[in-house]
């Protein structure tokens, strides 16, 4: 069928999404909120009850929708809604907010860095959302639903609030500022394990901040509670509105790939475990309407200080018992949770990703956390900004390629899941040697770099405005032994 070129408008489409929970399987209206299932507790998904009617559109013909949607001059379709069928369309155009988030670049590692790791990959650098970390896809899709919901029930107040590892927190508040009323931000943190950084953002957009103590897996009981009992829209990942969200990372990672997965293997930390979930939940629809034919392999990565995962996953398959652990600290902070929330959304895909494309398609690694922070230093020596989770994901693909489960001709990306700068603490930390003794990280003093003083002892004072550059000049020329021209 001869089509013209899609018209820039925004989509007449409009899909059915109901709850459903993935213990009884009970359904629930998607015009409520819903964190888990009132029939049972169960953790819940969404689901477009109208998804089989989108196969009637071929995968190519999808293709060239989401292609020519890049382009867009409508701001609704700019970001995670480029992907509109996919994601949440019961919500209207007004509705839908963008901050610029989505369409984060795939780097490929600096040539050296790949010659020397012996296989091709790239970073997707989602530092690069506004926030500066993935959290935005979830944020975006998840206000963009609870501004369609407040409208439609005329709702004159909502309390957004969620526990957060610190860019949860910092993603919710830059949101909710942005929409204003009748949205009122509040973020519960693990006092003393965000880093200053991720602190001062949600400060900055004006949230209401409150620390507790303990670690993020109390900070979660408070707010599952609250959520049980009042009135509030609960931002984590346990709202699949995020969930939507976020799987816009895989639609962008199979477009960017001319929509040809083969061969491609990507890397996904792994904490409350909603991120992975959300990839493999994209991938999984895109192959389901034919928008790409193959799967590609996907790898979990976890510290061994935060491994419920890689536990589970390896131990004997009939006699797999899912056990939190208690966490211990990780560089990798972000994703230092004992107790994942998405676990069962994990074990529910991953058996599907598994039975569609074989064992291999679904592996989870765990790594030393010595081994994470240097891997971050090593790619960002090399040019790349990634962040400890992205520096995790670096060292799960090494770990992975030495023990061949991905093989030499595959092409990896890795999840670099925030930016480095907020992270910076830990890069200090190595640099002056003064990890505490439980993060069990020796540095390697040829990886150090700090500041070296020029001018040293001199008084600036002293030194006449016309003579600065020369006395600094030849300091910093005998000290590089540069040679005159
Ligand atoms: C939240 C977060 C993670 C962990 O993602 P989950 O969805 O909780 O598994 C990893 N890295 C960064 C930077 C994060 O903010
Ligand atoms: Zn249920």
Redesign the pocket.
């Known amino acids: 069928m001869e089509k013209k070129m899609a018209e820039d408008k925004f989509p007449a489409w409009r899909g059915k999404l109901e709850y459903q929970c993935l213990e009884c399987g009970a359904t629930w209206p998607a015009s409520e909120l819903y964190y888990s299932c009132p029939k049972c507790g169960g953790i819940l998904l969404l689901r477009d009850t109208k998804f089989d009617e989108l196969k009637k559109t071929p995968g190519h013909e999808w293709q060239k929708i989401f292609d020519n949607r890049a382009t867009t001059r409508i701001p609704a379709l700019r970001g995670v809604f480029r992907f509109y069928e996919l994601m949440a369309p019961i919500l209207d155009e007004e509705d839908i907010i963008w901050l610029g988030e989505a369409n984060t670049p795939i780097v490929e590692a600096a040539q050296r860095l790949q010659n020397q790791t012996g296989i091709r990959f790239a970073f997707k650098n989602?530092g690069q959302n506004p926030s500066a970390?993935?959290?935005d896809r979830g944020m975006a899709c998840a206000f963009s639903y609870l501004k369609w919901i407040c409208r439609v029930n005329k709702w004159q107040e909502v309390l957004t609030i969620c526990a957060s590892?610190?860019?949860?927190s910092a993603a919710a508040a830059l949101y909710a500022a942005y929409v204003g009323p009748p949205l009122k931000s509040v973020v519960i943190l693990p006092k003393g394990k965000v880093t200053p950084q991720q602190l001062s953002q949600p400060l900055g957009s004006g949230a209401t901040v409150l620390e507790m103590p303990g670690v993020f897996d109390d900070c979660m009981k408070v707010v599952e509670y609250l959520a049980d009992h009042y009135r509030v829209a609960l931002l984590n990942?346990k709202n699949s509105w995020r969930i939507l969200g976020?799987e816009s990372w895989a639609y962008e990672t199979a477009q960017w790939q001319a929509w040809d997965m083969r061969k491609t293997a990507v890397f996904?930390?792994?904490?409350?475990?909603?991120?992975?979930?959300?990839i493999m939940s994209g991938f999984l629809k895109m192959l389901a309407l034919g928008i790409i034919d193959t799967l590609p392999q996907i790898f979990g990565v976890q510290s061994s200080h935060a491994d419920p995962v890689f536990r589970y996953y390896h131990s004997q398959a009939n006699q797999r018992q899912w056990q939190p652990v208690k966490v211990r600290p990780s560089v990798?902070q972000?994703?230092m949770?004992g107790n994942?929330v998405?676990f069962p959304r994990v074990r529910l895909l991953a058996e599907k990703y598994q039975q569609i494309a074989g064992e291999e398609a679904f592996q989870i690694i765990q790594v030393r956390e010595q081994e994470i922070i240097e891997a971050m230093l090593e790619a960002n020596r090399h040019g790349h900004i990634a962040?400890t989770?992205g520096g995790e994901c670096f060292a799960g693909l090494k770990k992975a390629f030495a023990a061949g489960q991905i093989s030499r001709d595959c092409f990896a990306v890795l999840d670099s899941?925030?930016h480095i700068l907020?992270f910076a603490g830990f890069q200090e930390k190595y640099f002056q040697d003064n990890f505490e003794p439980e993060y069990e990280i020796k540095p390697d003093k040829k990886l150090r770099n700090s500041p070296q003083p020029l001018l040293e002892n001199r008084n600036r004072e002293e030194i006449p405005d016309s003579e600065i550059g020369s006395l600094g000049g030849e300091e910093l020329a005998r000290l590089l032994q540069l040679q005159p021209r």
């Not at 590892?165 to 949860?168: E, H, L, S, V």
Request: aromatic content about 4%; overall charge neutral.
């Open positions: 989602d970390s993935f959290k590892t610190g860019d949860t990942s976020q996904i930390p792994i904490g409350n475990a909603g991120n992975i979930t959300a990798a972000a994703a949770i994942p998405s962040c989770q899941t925030a907020k």
